[in-house]
C-alpha cells in the first residue's frame, strides 16, 4: 500500500509540475499553495486561494469542458459609482472576496477586486452552479425535450429505477423536496456530500446515479425541504440525458454564447466524465453578473424566449420553505420575499438579482468555513441591504430633484 501511495504522490507532483511550466503568471505565482488532493471541503485557506482560480486548468484536481463565448459581447458600460454606505474595502476584506460587480439598470456601478484576483479571471462558483442548472431544464422543456416538472425523475434516468427516486418528480428535485436521506454537512467527512463525488460507480453508471440510488427515503416526497447537492447532479444528468448533450455545450448554445458572455468558461466534471451540476463552473465575474441580466430581462435573448412562459416567476419564489423568515427556496434559487432572489455557492460565491431595483450582485470569495452564514453570509445579507438602499435614496433624490424643477 505504501508503494501504491508513493507513486500517486509522485504522479500528482509531476502532474503540478507540468502545470507550472505551462500556467500563466498568475498559477506560477501560487502554484506553491495549489493542493494534492480534491478534497475541496478541507483543503487550507491559502491552497483553497490559488486553486479557486486555476481548478480547471490543474488536471490532476479535476477535469472540466468548456463554456464556448461567442464573437458578440453584450456590453457592460460603467455608470456613476454607487454611494454606498459601508466601507467596500472593510467589507471585502472581511469576507475574503476576490471580485464584486454591482449591476443597475444594466450598467457597472461597483467593480472592484482582491485577493489578487482580476477580471480576466475565472473563479469556481460551487452551488452558483445549481441556477444554471435548474435554468437549463427550463430551456430543456421549452425545446421540447422535457414535457413537464410533474414527470418523474426514474423515467428520464433509467438506473434510478427500483431506487427511492421512482416516486420523486422533476419538480421535487428543484425545490429539494425528495424526501430522500441525505447528509450536507461540509465539515463531515463521512457526510454523503464529501463521499459521492468520490464514489466508486458500477459499471456503466454514472456516478451519481450509482450513489444516490442506494439512498433510502426517510419522508414522502413534496412532505420537506432538504438541502441536497447530490440530487442538483442528478438534474444534470437528467437534462443530459434529455437533450442529448452535455451540459456545457447545452449551456453554450442555448445562453452563454448567444446572450453575449466575454469569457469562455468551464464545467468541472465527476469521474464518469459528466459535468457537476451542483457546482464547480469557473467563468469571470463579470459573466457571472451577465447572466443576472439575462433572468433580469426574463430569459430572452434578441426578444426570443430562452425558458417557457411562466417559468421565471415560478422558478424564483418561494416553493419550499426554508424555517428562516422572509427566505425561501425556489427552483435551485434561493428566494427572498421582497422578490429579489440568488445564487449561492459555499465559501462566499453569489449572484444576488433584485428585478425590482434592476440589479445584480456578483461576487467571489474564499471564506474561512464554507458556509459560515451566522457572521460572513449575514455580513454578505447586510451589503446586499446597503446596495439596495443606496440605489433608493438615488431614486429619491432624483424624485427630490423633479419636483424642484
Same mark, same amino acid.
Given at each position: 500500500?505504501?508503494k501504491?501511495?508513493?507513486g500517486?504522490?509522485?504522479?500528482?507532483?509531476a502532474?503540478?509540475?507540468v502545470?507550472y511550466?505551462s500556467?500563466d503568471?498568475d498559477?506560477?505565482?501560487l *502554484?506553491?499553495n495549489?493542493p494534492?488532493?480534491?478534497?475541496?471541503?478541507?483543503?487550507?485557506i491559502?491552497?483553497r486561494? *490559488?486553486?479557486?482560480r486555476?481548478? &480547471?486548468?490543474?488536471?490532476?484536481?479535476?477535469?472540466?469542458?468548456p463554456?464556448? =463565448?461567442?464573437?458578440?459581447?453584450?456590453p457592460l458600460p460603467?455608470?456613476?459609482p454607487?454611494?454606498?454606505?459601508?466601507?467596500?474595502?472593510?467589507?471585502?476584506?472581511e469576507q475574503r472576496?476576490?471580485?464584486?460587480?454591482?449591476?443597475?439598470?444594466g450598467k457597472?456601478?461597483?467593480e472592484e477586486?482582491?485577493?489578487?484576483?482580476?477580471a480576466?479571471?475565472?473563479?469556481?462558483s460551487f452551488?452558483?452552479a %445549481?441556477?444554471?442548472?435548474?435554468?437549463?431544464v427550463?430551456a430543456?422543456?421549452k425545446?421540447g425535450?422535457?414535457?413537464s416538472?410533474?414527470?418523474?425523475?426514474?423515467d428520464y434516468?433509467p438506473?434510478? %429505477?427500483?431506487s427511492?427516486? &421512482? =416516486?420523486?418528480?422533476?419538480?421535487?428535485?428543484?425545490t429539494?423536496n425528495?424526501?430522500?436521506r441525505?447528509?450536507?454537512?461540509?465539515?463531515?467527512?463521512?457526510?454523503d456530500? *464529501?463521499?459521492?463525488n468520490e464514489?466508486?460507480p458500477?459499471p456503466?453508471? &454514472?456516478?451519481?446515479?450509482s450513489y444516490?440510488?442506494t439512498?433510502?427515503?426517510?419522508?414522502?416526497p413534496?412532505?420537506r425541504?432538504?438541502?441536497?447537492?447530490?440530487?442538483t447532479?442528478?438534474?444534470?444528468v437528467l437534462?443530459s440525458s434529455?437533450?442529448? %448533450?452535455?451540459l456545457?455545450?447545452?449551456l453554450?448554445?442555448?445562453?452563454?454564447t448567444?446572450f453575449?458572455?466575454?469569457q469562455?468558461?468551464?464545467w468541472?466534471?465527476?469521474?464518469?466524465?459528466?459535468?457537476?451540476?451542483g457546482?464547480?463552473?469557473q467563468a469571470?465575474t463579470?459573466?457571472? *453578473?451577465r447572466f443576472g441580466?439575462?433572468m433580469?430581462?426574463?430569459g430572452?435573448?434578441d426578444?426570443?424566449?430562452?425558458l417557457?412562459?411562466?417559468?421565471l416567476e415560478?422558478?424564483?419564489v418561494k416553493?419550499?420553505d426554508?424555517?428562516?423568515?422572509?427566505?425561501g427556496?425556489?427552483?435551485?434559487?434561493w428566494?427572498? &420575499?421582497?422578490?429579489?432572489?440568488?445564487?449561492?455557492?459555499i465559501?462566499?460565491?453569489?449572484?444576488?438579482i433584485?428585478?425590482?431595483?434592476?440589479l445584480?450582485?456578483?461576487s467571489?470569495?474564499?471564506?474561512?468555513r464554507?458556509?459560515?452564514?451566522?457572521t460572513?453570509?449575514?455580513?454578505?445579507e447586510?451589503?446586499? %441591504?446597503?446596495v439596495q438602499?443606496?440605489i433608493?435614496a438615488?431614486?429619491?433624490a432624483?424624485?427630490a430633484v423633479g419636483a424642484?424643477?
Amino acid at each position: 500500500m505504501r508503494k501504491v501511495l508513493t507513486g500517486l504522490f509522485v504522479l500528482v507532483v509531476a502532474g503540478l509540475a507540468v502545470a507550472y511550466l505551462s500556467a500563466d503568471k498568475d498559477m506560477r505565482r501560487l *502554484a506553491t499553495n495549489l493542493p494534492t488532493n480534491r478534497d475541496v471541503l478541507f483543503w487550507s485557506i491559502p491552497e483553497r486561494d *490559488a486553486a479557486f482560480r486555476t481548478m &480547471d486548468r490543474v488536471s490532476v484536481l479535476a477535469d472540466s469542458r468548456p463554456i464556448i =463565448a461567442g464573437d458578440q459581447t453584450l456590453p457592460l458600460p460603467v455608470g456613476e459609482p454607487l454611494a454606498i454606505g459601508t466601507s467596500v474595502e472593510e467589507y471585502m476584506r472581511e469576507q475574503r472576496t476576490a471580485a464584486l460587480v454591482v449591476i443597475h439598470n444594466g450598467k457597472i456601478r461597483l467593480e472592484e477586486y482582491g485577493l489578487d484576483f482580476s477580471a480576466e479571471g475565472r473563479w469556481t462558483s460551487f452551488s452558483v452552479a %445549481k441556477s444554471f442548472t435548474s435554468t437549463l431544464v427550463g430551456a430543456a422543456i421549452k425545446d421540447g425535450y422535457i414535457e413537464s416538472i410533474d414527470d418523474m425523475v426514474s423515467d428520464y434516468i433509467p438506473d434510478l %429505477k427500483g431506487s427511492a427516486y &421512482d =416516486a420523486v418528480s422533476i419538480e421535487h428535485l428543484l425545490t429539494m423536496n425528495s424526501g430522500v436521506r441525505w447528509n450536507e454537512d461540509y465539515e463531515d467527512r463521512n457526510s454523503d456530500v *464529501a463521499r459521492f463525488n468520490e464514489h466508486t460507480p458500477e459499471p456503466g453508471v &454514472d456516478v451519481t446515479v450509482s450513489y444516490m440510488r442506494t439512498l433510502e427515503r426517510e419522508v414522502p416526497p413534496g412532505t420537506r425541504w432538504q438541502y441536497n447537492t447530490g440530487e442538483t447532479n442528478l438534474i444534470g444528468v437528467l437534462v443530459s440525458s434529455a437533450t442529448g %448533450k452535455t451540459l456545457a455545450d447545452y449551456l453554450t448554445e442555448k445562453i452563454w454564447t448567444p446572450f453575449g458572455m466575454q469569457q469562455d468558461g468551464s464545467w468541472l466534471l465527476g469521474v464518469t466524465s459528466h459535468e457537476i451540476a451542483g457546482c464547480c463552473m469557473q467563468a469571470a465575474t463579470r459573466d457571472f *453578473a451577465r447572466f443576472g441580466l439575462f433572468m433580469l430581462g426574463g430569459g430572452m435573448i434578441d426578444d426570443t424566449p430562452v425558458l417557457p412562459s411562466g417559468w421565471l416567476e415560478s422558478a424564483t419564489v418561494k416553493n419550499a420553505d426554508i424555517g428562516v423568515p422572509g427566505k425561501g427556496y425556489g427552483y435551485q434559487w434561493w428566494t427572498y &420575499d421582497d422578490g429579489s432572489y440568488a445564487a449561492q455557492g459555499i465559501f462566499g460565491q453569489g449572484i444576488f438579482i433584485d428585478p425590482n431595483r434592476q440589479l445584480v450582485v456578483a461576487s467571489n470569495s474564499n471564506w474561512p468555513r464554507a458556509t459560515h452564514w451566522e457572521t460572513v453570509g449575514s455580513q454578505r445579507e447586510a451589503f446586499y %441591504k446597503s446596495v439596495q438602499d443606496a440605489i433608493d435614496a438615488e431614486s429619491v433624490a432624483e424624485i427630490a430633484v423633479g419636483a424642484a424643477h
